[in-house]
């Protein structure tokens, strides 16, 4: 999401002119996103704000701009410990830099940030489709910084990704911080399904993607439309966080194992060759050895493609900061970290290994250390060496699998692109 934040914004200072620098001194606006969603990315983000004091002092006309989550719905603890920093912005929120910049360099801002596409984007693109979240897990910060749900309408998605396609994207991944909840606030009831639909018509995208989905929210009706769409690629993140109830319930995911894990059946019984990705927290407060091996069962059960997991840590404003003692020690969460890790590693290179030799349909991406490289639809990894001396970026081919691993295929081609 902040990915795709930053390239909307990019697209607006395209617009009035701007282009963009990595060198940090060599900037007019230095705009720095923010995430939050673990206390070590928060960390980095003060770092960073803290550095750029120097440069403001040095250079007093650079714009320094914030964005991202760090900016909540008041930013007055932020101004008053940065004074340096001359704009915040809440996600998705571009307006106040671009009125500081109409008003410091006297730049026309009008009409540049009504339609924010990437305007040189790769192959493929996101397009946040639903901005906020209303599950209020206790561990996560996302609905106080984000907001509460809001789902864009399904005829501005549809403009944007055909604005997508003309500029020669193929892939698009609709993104929402529970993209299973998009037109939950719509009068006419549309869904993610009708979404998938309305995408599937438009000539030149090939590939329909979707992030981040929640176990209550993926319906029957979402599920069948995955399988009867040609574009929506079989592969389903499926975040279940714990493998306890009780810890569930104390992170108030509002579901148990047993029904998680009917879903998922109902999923792979519906959904042909289906692949799925989860998100797992370690070491959640009061999380015992018998909770810890009760997530390691559901991995050994489920036996995921991908597995995010990361060890728990306070974030300050959650509910769990608010009512629960993070009473794990960090070497306990580390070591089961490291269990996780450990299991997921053979589960997944025993799922790779039943791929070799067969064709995977892979859309090329880029062309890096001498080798293409691209993802087939189930969101593998797969790099090759071509037989051919054309551009293959952006060019959809049919690949042997030679040889495979935990965490990337490699392919020849079998047929000419």
Not at 46 to 58: A, Q
Not at 96 to 122: A, H, R
Not at 218 to 223: R, V
Not at 316 to 321: F, L, N, V
């Amino acid at each position: 999401m902040n990915v795709a934040d930053a390239n909307r914004l990019e697209s607006g200072f395209h617009h009035i002119g701007l282009e963009n620098t990595e060198d940090v001194n060599n900037a007019d606006i230095i705009v720095l996103n923010s995430c939050v969603v673990r206390q070590s990315a928060e960390d980095k983000v003060h770092g960073m704000l803290s550095s750029l004091r120097h440069i403001k002092d040095t250079h007093p006309t650079k714009i320094i701009a914030l964005m991202g989550c760090l900016v909540g719905p008041n930013s007055e603890k932020l101004q008053k410990r940065y004074p340096h920093v001359d704009v915040f912005m809440r996600p998705q929120q571009f307006k106040p830099l671009f009125d500081l910049i109409n008003t410091v360099d006297e730049i026309d801002v009008d009409g540049c940030i009504n339609t924010l596409s990437p305007v040189n984007p790769s192959v493929t693109a996101f397009v946040p489709i639903i901005h906020g979240c209303d599950k209020f897990c206790t561990f996560c910060i996302i609905p106080y910084r984000r907001g509460r749900e809001v789902s864009r309408p399904i005829e501005d998605i549809v403009k944007e990704v055909e604005l997508l396609s003309l500029r020669n994207v193929k892939e698009v991944t609709l993104l929402g911080q529970n993209v299973d909840s998009y037109g939950h606030d719509f009068l006419d009831k549309k869904d993610l399904a009708d979404l998938f639909y309305a995408v599937n018509e438009i000539k030149g995208i090939e590939r329909i993607r979707f992030l981040t989905s929640h176990p209550n929210d993926m319906s029957d009706k979402i599920i069948d439309a995955i399988n009867s769409i040609d574009k929506v690629c079989e592969h389903i993140n499926l975040p279940f966080q714990a493998g306890d109830d009780e810890i569930l319930t104390v992170m108030r995911r509002g579901y148990n194992i047993d029904s998680y894990l009917r879903l998922v059946e109902k999923i792979r019984k519906k959904v042909t060759n289906v692949s799925m990705s989860t998100d797992l927290i370690v070491g959640f407060p009061g999380e015992s050895d018998q909770a810890f091996k009760n997530s390691l069962k559901v991995l050994e059960e489920v036996k995921f493609d991908k597995v995010h997991s990361a060890c728990y840590s306070t974030r300050e404003g959650t509910i769990a900061s608010r009512k629960l003692i993070d009473n794990v020690p960090i070497k306990e969460k580390k070591e089961r970290l490291s269990q996780v890790d450990s299991i997921q590693k053979d589960i997944v290179t025993t799922i790779n290994a039943k791929l070799l030799d067969t064709t995977q349909e892979v859309l090329v991406e880029k062309f890096e250390n001498d080798q293409w490289q691209g993802r087939n639809r189930n969101d593998k990894l797969v790099f090759f060496e071509s037989i051919n001396h054309e551009n293959l970026i952006g060019k959809t081919v049919n690949l042997s699998i030679d040889k495979t691993s935990p965490w990337y295929l490699h392919a020849t081609e079998k047929i000419k692109a």
